[in-house]
């Protein structure tokens, strides 16, 4: 079974860019869906954004269409999150999460593989 490690995360001032890692080992990641998560100091874990390995398919949450981006290195086995014009709003601890499967949502509940999470500070 596949394992994640995030990293990445750190400290930006509003309308900057950091770019999130999900490291994956264990396995190849065919035929998985890979799904950015976030979670803010009092707020519920929100799905960010997906991509399935299987055929490149990806979405977004309406909160960051236009301004984060996902995508994948094969050869390095990790999927990478990059965020663009960040906000003050997108200030949380950021997780990589896994699963087996073709159908790739942004439900937290469809993914049972889960990174340790990278924070990520939007502040000026």
């Known amino acids: 079974q596949v394992q994640v490690v995030e990293s990445g995360g750190g400290l930006v001032q509003p309308g900057g860019s950091l770019r999130l890692s999900c490291a994956a080992s264990?396995?190849?990641?065919?035929?998985?869906?890979i799904g950015w998560f976030r979670q803010a100091p009092g707020k519920e874990r929100e799905g960010v954004s997906w991509v399935s390995t299987n055929d490149g398919r990806t979405d977004y949450a309406d909160s960051v269409k236009g301004r984060f981006a996902i995508s994948r290195d094969n050869a390095k086995n990790t999927i990478y999150l990059q965020m663009n014009s960040l906000k003050p709003e997108d200030t949380a601890v950021y997780y990589c999460?896994?699963?087996?499967?073709?159908?790739?949502?942004?439900?937290?509940?469809?993914?049972?593989?889960w990174g340790q999470g990278t924070q990520v500070t939007v502040s000026s």
């Open positions: 999460a896994a699963t087996l499967g073709l159908v790739c949502s942004l439900d937290d509940y469809e993914y049972n593989i």
């Open positions: 264990g396995d190849t990641l065919d035929y998985y869906c």
